[in-house]
């Protein structure tokens, strides 16, 4: 199992993302962004306990990243849009 959080550029990306994976059934809560990471708007998404592949967004362009959670303050960029 893994955790991860995605980061947005506006809190409309990141609440059309949390709708998108409870759609797909998976655990998604909104939250601040933890302060290891940065994000343009300040609220992510945080996927827990994800036992098969990520869904691909269907709006990638509101997305800023995508990191797995690999212990406290310490991740692996999955993906960012630049």
Not at 7 to 18: D, E, L, N, P, V
Not at 65 to 70: G, K, Q, Y
Request: net charge negative.
């Amino acid at each position: 199992m893994a955790d991860y959080i995605s980061t947005f550029f506006s809190h409309f990306g990141a609440m059309r993302y949390k709708k998108e994976m409870d759609q797909a059934g998976l655990n998604a809560v909104l939250m601040p962004v933890p302060r290891f990471l940065s994000s343009s708007c300040g609220t992510c998404v945080k996927l827990s306990d994800v036992t098969r592949t990520l869904p691909a967004p269907t709006h990638p362009d509101e997305v800023e990243s995508i990191v797995e959670l690999s212990g406290p303050d310490q991740f692996t960029i999955l993906f960012r849009n630049h």
